[in-house]
C-alpha cells in the first residue's frame, strides 16, 4: 500500500512536469494554430542554461531564475523571426519551420557543448518521511510548484484581460482584432509564457536526474505532446489532465518489472486508443463550423 | 469632409479579383448600403476597410487619415468597427465577457460599466443572459450580442455585414429598429445586406455591386424605384 502510494505521489509529479511542457504546445496550438515542434529544445536550453549559470553563480535559484527569462526570450525571439514571417502560409511550411529551428537549437548546443552527457549541479534536498512513507523532497517541490503553478495560470487565463483575449484569439482570430486586440502581441505573450514553462520544467527534471546533452528535450517533448493531444490539444486544462495521467501511467508501468521495458510503447499505445475513442481527445472539442 | 472614403479599392485572393476598382464614400451621419447578390464583393469591400484583408491597390481614408495599410486593431482604437457576417461571436465566453471583449482597447472602467448597462437597457434579453456561454444564445440573441459587443468600442462608424442574415421576419424588423436607433443616437452606418428593400428603405444613400464592381449609386427610394434594382433585387415587383 505504501509503495502505490509512494509510486503515485512520484507518478504525480511527473505528471506535473509534462503538464507544464504540455501547456506550451496546447497553447500555441490554441491561439497561434500552431504546432511548435521546437518547444522540447527550450527545454534543453534551460537545461544547459542552468549548467552554466550553476556555475558561473553558484545560486541555483538565481541560476533558474536566469533560466526562465532566457528561454523566455529565446521563445519570444523564435516566434518572431522563425514563425511570425510564415503567418498565413500553409501549414506544412511552419511545421517544417518548426522542425528547422528544433534542429537548429540542438546543433548550436552540440557546438557549444559537445554531444556528450554533462552533468549538473543541481541541489540534493534529501528526502523526508512521513509516518512510513518516504518521499524526495524535489518530489514535493515540483508537485506543489506545478499545482500552484497551474492554478495561477488558469487564474490568469478566466480573469485577466491579457487572459481573455487570449481565448477570444483562440476562439477566433478576426473577431479578435475587431474587438481592438493586437493579436500579435497576444500570440508573443503566448510563447513568453509557453517557453518560461519549459524552462521551469527542465528543472524539475534535471532535479530528478542531473544530466544533460543536445537531445535532453526530445523525449519529454515527444511525451508532453503526446499529453497534450491525449488531453485535447488546444485545451489548457486538457494539458494539465492529460499531462498528469501520462505521468501517473508512466511511473505506475515503470514500477512493475514485467512491463517496465515497454513503458513508452505502453503510453503511445494509449494515445492511440484514446484518438480512436476520442478524436479530439479528452475535453478538446470539434469546432463548430460557422456560416 | 467625408468620414469614410474608400478610394480605386481593388482586392485579390490569389488570382480571383473580387473588388474591382470600388469608390464610395460615407458622411458623418448617415446610413450607407451596399447591396448586391451573394459573392458580388461586399464582404470583401468591409473586410478591406478593417484591414481583415489586404488591398493590392487603392485607398482607405478615415477621418482624414489614410488607412490602408494600418492594423485592424489601431482603426478599432481610431474609432470603426465591423460586426462580421455570420456574428463571430465568442462562443465559449459569457456574454458579458463577450461585451468586455468589445469595449478591450478602451482606458475607462466606470464608463464601461454603463455602457454595459445601456446596451442592457437596449437588449434587455441580454441582461436576462448575461452569465449565460455565448454559444447557447439563438440566432437573434447572438445578432444582438455581436451588435452590442461592437458597440462597447464606441465606434463612430459602425459597418454591418448582414446582421439579418437567418433570421425570422420578426427578428429582422428588430435587427433593422435596432440600426435606426443606433443611428439616432449619433453612429454613422455602413450597412450590407441581401435584403436590399429593407437596407433601401432605412439608408441614406446606396451603392449597387456587381462582380466586384459598383454598378449603380443613389438615394434609398432613387434605388427602389430604379427598374434594375426592383427586378434584381426587389423581386421584380
Ligand atoms: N477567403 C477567400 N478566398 C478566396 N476567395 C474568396 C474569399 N472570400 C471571398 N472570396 C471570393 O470573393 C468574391 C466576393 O466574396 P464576398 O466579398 O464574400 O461577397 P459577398 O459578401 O458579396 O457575398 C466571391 O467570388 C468569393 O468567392
Ligand atoms: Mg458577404
Known sequence: ?291 | MALLEVKNLNVYYGVIQALKGISFEVNEGEIVALIGSNGSGKSSTMKAIMGLVHPKSGEVIYNGEKITHTPTCEIVKKGMTQVLEGRHIFQELTVHENLMLGAYARRDAEEKKNDIKKMFELFPRLEERKNQIAGTLSGGEQQMLAICRALMSKPKLLLLDEPSMGLSPILVKEVFDIIKEIHNRGTTILLVEQNASKALAICDKAYVLETGSITLSGTGSELRNNDKVKKAYLGGE
Open chain 1, 1 to 291: 500500500m505504501i509503495d502505490i502510494i509512494n509510486t503515485f505521489i512520484n507518478g504525480l509529479s511527473l505528471g506535473g512536469i509534462y503538464a507544464m511542457i504540455a501547456l506550451g504546445y496546447t497553447m500555441v496550438y490554441g491561439i497561434a494554430k500552431m504546432l511548435n515542434f521546437a518547444h522540447g529544445d527550450i527545454i534543453m536550453v534551460g537545461g544547459y542554461t542552468l549548467f552554466v549559470a550553476i556555475g558561473l553563480f553558484g545560486n541555483p535559484i538565481l541560476a533558474i531564475v536566469v533560466a526562465i527569462i532566457l528561454c523566455g526570450v529565446l521563445g519570444v525571439l523564435m516566434e518572431k523571426l522563425a514563425y511570425k514571417p510564415l503567418r498565413g502560409a500553409s501549414p506544412l511550411a511552419v511545421l517544417i519551420t518548426a522542425i528547422g529551428v528544433s534542429y537548429l537549437l540542438q546543433s548550436l548546443s552540440q557546438i557549444i557543448f559537445g554531444a556528450g552527457t554533462k552533468y549538473v549541479n543541481m541541489p540534493n534536498w534529501g528526502s523526508i518521511t512521513l509516518g512510513s512513507l518516504r518521499i524526495q523532497v524535489y518530489t514535493l517541490v515540483t508537485l506543489i510548484a506545478s499545482v500552484v503553478i497551474m492554478v495561477a495560470l488558469s487564474v490568469f487565463i478566466k480573469y485577466s484581460k491579457t487572459g481573455r483575449a487570449m481565448i477570444a484569439v483562440s476562439e477566433d482570430r478576426a473577431a479578435s482584432e475587431l474587438m481592438g486586440i493586437n493579436v500579435n502581441t497576444i500570440i508573443t505573450i503566448t510563447f513568453l509564457i509557453g517557453a518560461m514553462l519549459a524552462a521551469v520544467a527542465s528543472t524539475f527534471y534535471l532535479l530528478k536526474a542531473p544530466s544533460i546533452s543536445p537531445t535532453f528535450g526530445s523525449m519529454p517533448g515527444i511525451k508532453a505532446f503526446t499529453a497534450a493531444v491525449i488531453g485535447g490539444i488546444g485545451s489548457i486544462p486538457g494539458a494539465m489532465i492529460g499531462g498528469i495521467l501520462l505521468g501517473v501511467i508512466e511511473v505506475f508501468t515503470n514500477s512493475i518489472p514485467a512491463i517496465a521495458p515497454y513503458t513508452d510503447a505502453i503510453e503511445f499505445t494509449i494515445l492511440i486508443i484514446i484518438l480512436l475513442v476520442r478524436p479530439t481527445g479528452l475535453l478538446g472539442k470539434k469546432r463548430r463550423e460557422k456560416v
